[in-house]
Nanobody, 123 residues
Framework: QLQASGGGLVQPGGSLRLSCASS????????VGWFRQAPGKGREGISC????????HYIDSVKGRFTISRDDAKNTVYLQIDSLKPEDTAVYHCARDSPLDNGACPISPFGSWGQGTLVTVSS
């Protein structure tokens, strides 16, 4: 199970860095994706990063504002979120890829969802 952290309350235009870590998985072995679920909406995949050689994937609505990265030495995947908008308000989750993804992005999330981290963008 992967655990997301780093959320909080931020004003529009602000930034946050989310972290995704696991205590029982070596994340370098997997592609890892970030997902979010806004109030009253379904969960959507927003970004993904593969293992080495690394490649990244973003949905159009976050391109240029969100940056995904990974630090294999820290077994952590990050999501830097800048220029936050109220519509970015959501619970953010991370997940590893499924075996059928073959390490490619975008991923089909595999395993149970962790608690997620809440990002609230409001003035």
């Amino acid at each position: 199970q992967l655990q997301a952290s780093g959320g909080g309350l931020v004003q529009p235009g602000g930034s946050l860095r989310l972290s995704c870590a696991s205590s029982d998985l070596n994340l370098y072995s997997y592609a890892v994706g970030w997902f979010r679920q806004a109030p009253g909406k379904g969960r959507e995949g927003i970004s993904c990063i593969t293992g080495r050689p690394m490649s990244t994937h973003y949905i159009d609505s976050v391109k240029g504002r969100f940056t995904i990265s990974r630090d294999d030495a820290k077994n952590t995947v990050y999501l830097q979120i800048d220029s936050l908008k109220p519509e970015d308000t959501a619970v953010y989750h991370c997940a590893r890829d499924s075996p059928l993804d073959n390490g490619a992005c975008p991923i089909s999330p595999f395993g149970s969802w962790g608690q997620g981290t809440l990002v609230t963008v409001s003035s």
